[in-house]
């Protein structure tokens, strides 16, 4: 695991959901702009416009060219101790307090504030399998054996392909009843799907667990699998 997490109690609560959401879009590898800092928290382009003058005059995030955003080596560092902290309280939760998968995310907005050091060591300590959230995505300052270069989503996935879900992007996270709906039909990291059916609108039919259940083109780009 990386060093020691960086003193995170007097940032401000606006800067830290811009910088977790500058490392998450980096971390999927998607171009950084405030368009889609807006869109991942739901903000107006004038405010996320403010935010990121914010963050440049802290010395957390740099505007490269026109509009390319980048985390400095502060930021960064800053980040990667948010997201650390949430995707562990994740896991503990689930894991050691058995919490509801689909409720996971929004109750550790409140336990990683008060998250030490020395309770991330403890909880990684206890984690089984790949070093990832509930969600599938890795926990900074970890090294898993799964690359983004090993999965595929099911929005590109073809009928009569298969494969194990591994991992759902941010965006699926911040929606309670999306995350409601794929725990319902077993849409769960790790569990095995395949592709009965692709519709002229990009719509899958997918059967999971012995059950079936469709999911049109934007959520199955959300969902990541480990192609069978």
């Not at 959401?21 to 171009?31: I, P, T």
């Not at 998968?101 to 060591?121: G, I, N």
């Not at 995350?179 to 569990?191: D, M, Q, V, Y």
Request: with cysteine; glycine share 10%; aromatic share 4%.
């Amino acid at each position: 695991m990386a060093g020691p997490s960086p003193d995170l109690r007097d940032l401000n609560p606006a800067s830290k959901e811009y910088l977790e959401a500058v490392y998450e879009l980096k971390e999927e590898g998607r171009r950084v702009l405030q368009a889609r800092i807006g869109e991942r928290l739901g903000l107006a382009p004038a405010t996320v416009s403010e935010g990121v003058k914010r963050l440049v005059a802290e010395g957390y995030v740099t505007v490269e060219g026109a509009r390319d955003i980048a985390l400095t080596e502060q930021g960064l560092e800053i980040a990667e101790a948010l997201v650390r902290r949430h995707r562990l309280a994740e896991r503990m939760l689930v894991d050691i307090l058995g919490i509801q998968w689909h409720l996971c995310h929004e109750q550790a907005e409140d336990w990683e504030k008060v998250m030490t050091p020395e309770v991330e060591e403890a909880i990684l300590a206890k984690l089984d399998g790949e070093p990832t959230c509930p969600h599938g995505n890795p926990i900074p300052g970890t090294t898993g054996s799964i690359s983004w270069a090993d999965l595929k989503s099911v929005a590109a996935m073809e009928a009569g392909e298969g494969g194990r879900l591994t991992r759902l992007l941010e965006d699926v996270e911040l929606d309670h009843d999306v995350l409601k709906f794929l725990e319902e039909h077993s849409l769960i990291p790790g569990n095995d799907l395949s592709v009965v059916e692709v519709a002229p609108d990009g719509t899958r039919t997918l059967e999971v667990n012995g059950e079936r259940v469709s999911l049109g083109r934007q959520l199955g780009d959300n969902l990541w699998v480990v192609p069978a």
